[in-house]
């Protein structure tokens, strides 16, 4: 796959006429609120067959004035070269003065790409009504999603630069080498200060509890690489992910896997986020251990936030006896004397009372967990 940089521009020219037509929203669900009720169902229907399919590592966000799909500027620097501020943009989906159209820059920029939609597009007995690099439609159900579904899904974000890049002119090349200089004393110095890469582990809720949420532990490990982590691996089925990764991307994980997660899944999964060192204190704290509470009735809930002590005065001590709990800094140790399948001491009333989200892990688990992130870190 190769793609013309000279079409590409003359997409992007496109967009930008579009832009100067179209509302200036400062988010998705904004877009989607300002426009009439028969506009926003169809927009959303094909909004829903993009999300589903779209790769990891694309965003989904407001870009030229309308829906946009794009390579981040935290995955690909150097952005649009004709307009560098711009995210490397993949897809749009507008509402037009007399139609909606969807921007496929994937398409347009690649002729193994086109030639293929197009032939697809022609088996589904749909009329393809196409322009430079959008399929205008006046429903939803004019359209091939399927097709579309497809075509979306068959380019990956290094797929996309890798071609994206070839396909530029000499000329743009050195534009973009120039872009990108060694950097200066302060941005090495900045970031140093940010720190190496370290080991982190990744604790999710709810995944293939019951037949429910099912999230198969290869593809979430791809979903994590595709959000810049290294050294992926993932143990047993509950949806715990080890890996390495630099600070600022190991706090963009939880938005950016979850998100990913709901696009292909169909489902949002909150995320929650420790590195070794908080892992390892979190074990040698643990208060039900120094009453020689039995280990295997033990438990640990992870928190996103740090509760107030105003709602840690909200818990009922007395909720579920003989069960006991105890909340400290961003854990809450369990200890669930009739089984964890009994206690009312669960994620779903701690998050209420303590407006955070809460994952917990029985004791063997989290203390396999620090061995998994001592041996990474090693």
Known sequence: ???????????????????????????????LASLPADRRAEVSAVRDVIRKNLPAGY?????????????????????????????????????????????????????KVHDAFVADYAKSGKKLDMGKSCVRFKRAADLALDVIGRTIASVSVDEYIAAYEAGLPASARAKLAKRSPPAPAAARAKKAARGAAKAYVALLRGVNVGGNNLLPMRDLAKLFTAAG???????????????????????R?????????????????????????????????????????????????????????????????????????????????????????????TNAYFDSKLDTISTARNWRTTQKLLELLTALES
Do not use: W
Request: charged share 20%; net charge positive; glycine share 6%.
């Open 229 to 251: 982590c290294d050294r992926v691996s993932t143990y047993i089925q509950s949806g715990n992910v080890v890996f390495s990764a630099t600070a600022d991307v190991a706090a």
């Open 1 to 31: 796959m190769k793609f013309n940089a000279s079409k590409t521009r003359g997409a992007t020219v496109e967009l930008e006429v579009v832009a100067s037509r179209s509302m200036k929203a400062a988010s998705v669900d904004a877009y």
């Open 253 to 345: 994980v939880p938005a950016a896997v979850g998100d990913a997660v709901e696009r292909r899944f169909g489902f949002r999964v909150p995320i929650v986020i420790r590195t070794t060192d908080e892992l390892r204190d979190v074990i040698r704290v643990n208060p039900f251990l120094d009453r020689g509470a039995d280990p295997s009735a033990l438990y640990v809930a992870f928190l996103a936030d740090a509760p107030s002590a105003r709602s840690i005065a909200t818990l009922d001590p007395k909720r579920s006896p003989p069960d006991a709990f105890e909340v400290r800094g961003r854990e809450i140790y369990l200890h669930y004397a009739k089984g964890a399948g009994k206690t009312k001491l």
């Open 59 to 111: 965003e989904e966000g407001i870009q030229y004035g309308m829906i946009g799909y794009c390579v981040p500027h935290h995955r690909y620097p150097a952005g649009y070269h004709t307009d560098p501020k711009q995210p490397l943009p993949f897809a749009s989906l507008a509402s037009q003065k007399s139609h909606m159209a969807l921007y496929l820059m994937c398409v347009y920029g690649s002729k």
